[in-house]
């Protein structure tokens, strides 16, 4: 059981799926959010959901509730940082239910709080909603937000380190309707 808490992002509009996608059955679950909760529950002690809505999801978990009317990770991150003072976080967003307990292990060991984060890098690109952040972060993210410099990409700015994956498919988002049916023919229940 790994003891860094996870939180778990919930809090975009889902507007490229049409609906909200954290709604959506999957993996055998009701809901995407529930599949995704309780696989990373076998995984961390601690699993807590990000979301602008609280209300909307009907089954038990611990929230934090993004107040922030934007409607940006960046915006997320801040709130997290101000309601938790853990020295780390484990982050992963709610539509890439693929990425593995070996990677999340890798990161997590890999980490250290000299860096204000650790991320995965797949083959494509920068995962910034797959890593460990430390609580130093936080004042990047404050800056991010004055300045409203609201791409995530733009935590490359600060102190990070990345650990390479080879493989394309853990990361794999569910945005659009054709990834979710795509992602729904290769759903496992998996830790």
Same mark, same amino acid.
């Given at each position: 059981?790994?003891?860094?808490? *996870?939180?778990?992002?919930? !809090? =975009?509009?889902?507007? &490229?799926? =049409? ?8 993996? =055998? ?14 995984? /961390? ?14 089954? $038990?978990?611990? %929230?934090?509730?993004?107040? $922030? #009317? ?5 915006? !997320?991150?801040?709130?997290?940082? +101000?309601?938790?003072?853990?020295? @780390? %976080? %484990?982050?992963?967003?709610? $539509?890439? #239910? /693929? ?28 995962? #910034?909603?797959? =890593?460990?952040?430390?609580?130093? @972060?936080?004042? *990047? /993210?404050?800056?991010? &937000?004055? +300045? ?9 700015? *600060?102190?990070?380190?990345?650990? *390479? ?13 054709? $990834? ?12």
């Amino acid at each position: 059981m790994i003891h860094t808490p *996870c939180i778990l992002f919930a !809090g =975009g509009k889902s507007s &490229r799926m =049409g609906r909200d996608k954290s709604l959506l059955p999957f993996g =055998g679950a009701p809901t995407l959010i529930q599949y995704q909760y309780q696989r990373l529950l076998k995984i /961390f002690s601690h699993v807590y959901i990000l979301t602008k809505d609280p209300n909307k999801y009907r089954f $038990d978990a611990e %929230f934090i509730h993004e107040t $922030d #009317p934007l409607y940006s990770p960046v915006a !997320g991150f801040c709130t997290l940082f +101000e309601q938790k003072n853990d020295e @780390a %976080f %484990f982050v992963l967003s709610v $539509d890439t #239910p /693929f990425v593995t307990r070996e990677i999340i292990d890798t990161l997590i060991k890999t980490h250290t709080t000299t860096f204000h984060a650790t991320l995965a890098h797949s083959q494509k690109s920068l995962e #910034p909603l797959c =890593g460990v952040y430390s609580q130093s @972060a936080y004042q *990047c /993210f404050r800056t991010m &937000r004055t +300045e409203n410099r609201l791409a995530l990409k733009q935590i490359e700015q *600060c102190n990070i380190q990345t650990v *390479c994956f080879q493989e394309l498919k853990p990361f794999t988002n569910i945005n659009y309707p054709k $990834d979710y049916q795509k992602a729904l023919q290769s759903a496992i229940i998996q830790p």
